[in-house]
């Protein structure tokens, strides 16, 4: 079965410092990725995806991700944080043709200002 | 569009009674998930249906649990007895079924069982 794995738990930024959160998935096939944010007392989000095409994705607030074939990876990264982005932020797969997610245990992010 | 809608937000029970959560998807969804939330596994998938009928429940933890879809526009989770291990937020989602499409997630129902 296919896992991911977000190895930053929790990460602690000052505003305007970069920010890249792991992801690693192991599925030999091909996958749909995607990034989803949680912020305080509310639901899920969609930050942004990739099914095919150019394996940089340009998603909302400014966050991007860039998917790598050869590491099973698909980094989420921002130039430049705000104290708004504090949020817990998870990485999801799906195989190609398959509807259900399989989520990393998710990286909660602290913006200090 | 309201998005997904699930009822009620909070629900607070005491072990052995049962349990009934509740979702309206997205009008037009065919998929809907449900998924739980806990602070030592995570999300997880629990089940979930296409055009009402349930395609993989694998991630049901056991008998206790059970789920129904009866039309397109509401599905409930069900436990019984509730225990006090399932205390967690529990997630609807839905999504419009073509290829490699986004799953919108409700606003979750937290669950204590006491």
């Known amino acids: 079965a296919q896992s991911v794995s977000q190895h930053n738990h929790h990460v602690i930024l000052s505003e305007a410092a970069s920010l890249e959160l792991g992801c690693n998935y192991s599925?030999?096939?091909?996958?749909?990725l995607f990034w989803y944010v949680q912020y305080p007392g509310q639901h899920l989000q969609l930050l942004l995806k990739?099914?095919?095409?150019?394996?940089l994705v340009k998603g909302i607030k400014g966050f991007e991700a860039e998917f790598i074939k050869s590491k099973f990876s698909f980094n989420l990264r921002k130039p430049s944080v705000q104290w708004s982005d504090t949020a817990e932020y998870f990485c999801?797969?799906?195989?190609?043709?398959?509807?259900?997610?399989?989520f990393g245990s998710g990286t909660r992010l602290q913006v200090q200002p | 569009d309201a998005g997904v809608i699930q009822s009620p937000r909070h629900e607070v029970t005491e072990m052995g009674q049962e349990v009934t959560l509740r979702c309206k998807p997205i009008?037009?969804?065919?998929?809907l998930f449900w998924y739980r939330q806990t602070m030592m596994r995570g999300l997880e998938l629990l089940i979930y249906?296409?055009?009402?009928?349930?395609?993989?429940d694998s991630g049901m933890p056991e008998d206790r649990f059970s789920a129904k879809m009866p039309n397109a526009s509401f599905s409930t989770l069900k436990i019984q007895p509730s225990e006090p291990r399932d205390s967690a937020v529990y997630f609807c989602?839905?999504?419009?079924?073509?290829?490699?499409?986004?799953?919108?997630f409700g606003p979750g129902t937290r669950l204590t069982v006491l």
């Open positions: 989602a839905s999504s419009l079924g073509f290829a490699a499409d986004t799953q919108y």
């Open positions: 599925y030999g096939g091909t996958v749909n």
């Open positions: 009008s037009g969804h065919d998929y």
């Open positions: 999801a797969v799906n195989p190609a043709g398959r509807r259900a997610l399989t």
């Open positions: 249906f296409n055009n009402n009928v349930p395609i993989d």
């Open positions: 990739y099914f095919s095409g150019d394996p």
